[in-house]
């Protein structure tokens, strides 16, 4: 079987690294594409998980909108898969890469494999644009490989066949055991986290704030803001916050939030040096998908600054609370972690267990 991976984002990489690694080990004939929708933050990934793409299509641009995206996404698909000629395309999740490669490879008669598949919100707007993109690569793809029993459930309901879906766990836990093991080597020395290790004051509870939904832009972000600017008051806390890029985040919470006591604002990191950070905290604040999944296996609670989640699972089980950008409950939340929380009763995470790439593989291997 000859298989083309297909991804164009950070935290597609992450989750379809560890993928990467045991497709290669089973000696599947397998080719790499990305699209690098993100550029820089892609490329960090890849060196880490140690990653060479066979395709490069470089498609990032400064401002670029999501229709100008797509079309040079479709454009340059193209050509890849016709030279290819795969038997089967694998995309991962929710983003603008997934749904157009996904439709390319449809247009071409070419089989789709969805990672992370049946995730639903069932509101176009929330998030924005990735509900529709995984309804879309849902309409498309043959094989879906899901995370979790409830996204299944999500496909069976909207009439996907049983025996199309196949349930494996998030590959992110995988991604995420591969990376704690790398940076808890005596051996491995990432200069970034030795520099964050002399500049946090870790005798004190990190309370670690990311946030980069489209839905949160404005008054949400301006909302987040003046909560951690509450929170910062207290002693006994830093706020560490790695700020994304987009200028519609960077230039709201560096006006507000710059050279204030007890709160600490980073560049974007590597994800390695995220997932130190990860293990450092106390509390994690932050409207990522990835790191809901991800902080049950560090033992860390999360507030999710979003109204609805496509990841209901670890709200059910207590891991992580929706807490919108109201900012009393922010705050009122983020004290009552702080005051209270000594632990999950049960700290088996409802993602997975950190199998998932395998489980996909050997799905595969048996479809020779």
């Given amino acids: 079987m000859k298989i083309l991976l297909c991804f164009g984002t950070r935290p597609e990489a992450i989750k379809m690294a560890p993928l990467y690694h045991e497709l290669q080990q089973s000696n599947f004939d397998m080719k790499v594409c990305v699209t690098a929708q993100h550029r820089v933050m892609l490329d960090q990934v890849l060196d880490f998980f140690e990653i060479i793409p066979d395709y490069d299509l470089d498609l990032m641009q400064a401002n670029q909108s999501l229709n100008d995206l797509s079309a040079r996404i479709l454009s340059k698909m193209d050509a890849v898969l016709s030279t290819e000629k795969p038997d089967l395309v694998l995309v991962h ?20 494999g969805h990672i992370e598949a049946g995730l639903r919100t069932y509101n176009k707007q929330a998030p924005f644009p990735e509900e529709v993109n995984r309804q879309i690569s849902s309409r498309i793809v043959d094989i879906h490989f899901t995370p979790t029993k409830q996204a299944a459930q999500n496909l069976l309901n909207e009439g996907i066949a049983d025996n199309a879906i196949v349930e494996t766990g998030n590959t992110v836990i995988d991604a995420l055991f591969w990376t704690l093991a790398k940076i808890g080597n005596e051996k491995y020395k990432l200069p970034e986290i030795e520099e964050l290790k002399n500049t946090i004051p870790l005798n004190k509870k990190i309370v670690l704030v990311t946030g980069h939904r489209r839905e949160n832009f404005g008054e949400g972000m301006k909302n987040l803001c003046e909560a951690l600017l509450t929170i910062s008051h207290r002693d006994d806390v830093i706020i560490v916050y790695p ?11 560096y006006e507000l939030l710059s050279n204030k006591k007890n ?18 905290s106390f509390l994690i604040v932050t409207d990522s998908g990835g790191i809901q999944e991800e902080a049950p ?66 799905y595969l291997l048996k479809q020779q």
Avoid: C
């Fill in 263 to 280: 709160i600490l604002l980073l560049s974007p990191v590597s994800y390695p040096a995220f997932v130190w950070l990860m293990q450092q």
């Fill in 93 to 112: 999740g929710d983003t603008t890469t997934s749904a157009m490669v996904a439709l390319a490879a449809f247009h071409l008669g070419i089989k789709v």
């Fill in 243 to 253: 700020v994304h890029l987009n200028p519609n985040v960077k230039e709201v919470v």
């Fill in 297 to 362: 296996s560090l033992g860390k609670p999360v507030l999710v600054t979003r109204t609805v989640s496509e990841r209901p699972e670890g709200v059910v089980a207590g891991f992580s609370t929706l807490v919108g950008t109201d900012r009393t409950i922010i705050v009122n939340n983020i004290q009552s972690i702080l005051d209270n929380f000594t632990g999950f009763k049960n700290p088996e995470n409802p993602y997975g267990n950190g199998n998932a790439s395998k489980q996909i593989t050997d």
